[in-house]
């Protein structure tokens, strides 16, 4: 059995760094970060794995953890809730499924089925970049960034903004990807150094401001 984390027995482990998880989810709630999908339904519970989201050729893990029947949904809450500790910590999708395959442990009414579906049928997460000067958002559908520049004349100082968006559908995914790979400076970027990327990986930007 997989050493679980608190509130599925064995040793609680080390407090989780990222306190944006939830610690559950209300029927029909979804959390979504850069890594996962969790969606939450009447009776069970879809985690998947966002990687490989959008990517021909690659496969995304879906872990299914279903309350058989209808019964026993305190016991899928209970679980369900250790599951997102667990991946609040950094557990990786092979991790996070072995131990999801002892939901039966916890309650004979919990079932869990993993697959794997094709990255292209996958939707990609929403990534959502924000920083005092620069607003981002990349979706599987388009793209938008605000720029803000801070400038100054002779009535002082102010702030003036500029925004970047997708051209065409065909720059969606190269924009993500490109997104995706400088996420930690693409908030800290000037406009230029922004346009630039984005042209360098292949989209076609639309300007306004």
Known sequence: MTRAPKGLGGDPPAPANDTSFPSSLPVGG???????????????????????????????????????????????????????????????????????????????????????????????????????????????????ITVTALMSNKHGAFRQDSHLYNADKRSVPKAYRWARENAERIGHMTRQDIYSGLVAAGARVSTWG
């Open 30 to 144: 979804t959390f979504e970060n850069s890594e996962w999908r969790v969606h939450r339904y009447s009776d069970s519970v879809v985690f998947t794995h966002l990687a490989n989201a959008g990517v021909r050729g690659k496969k995304c893990m879906e872990i299914h953890v279903r309350a058989k029947y209808g019964e026993g949904l305190d016991r899928l809450d209970l679980f369900v809730s250790g599951l997102l500790e667990y991946m609040a910590l950094g557990a990786t999708p092979t991790a996070l499924a072995s131990l999801a395959k002892d939901a039966p442990l916890l309650s004979a009414s919990l079932e869990t089925v993993v697959s794997e579906l094709r990255g292209v049928d996958v939707e990609m997460a929403i990534l959502k970049i924000e920083t005092d000067l620069v607003k981002a958002r990349f979706s599987s559908t388009e793209f938008s």
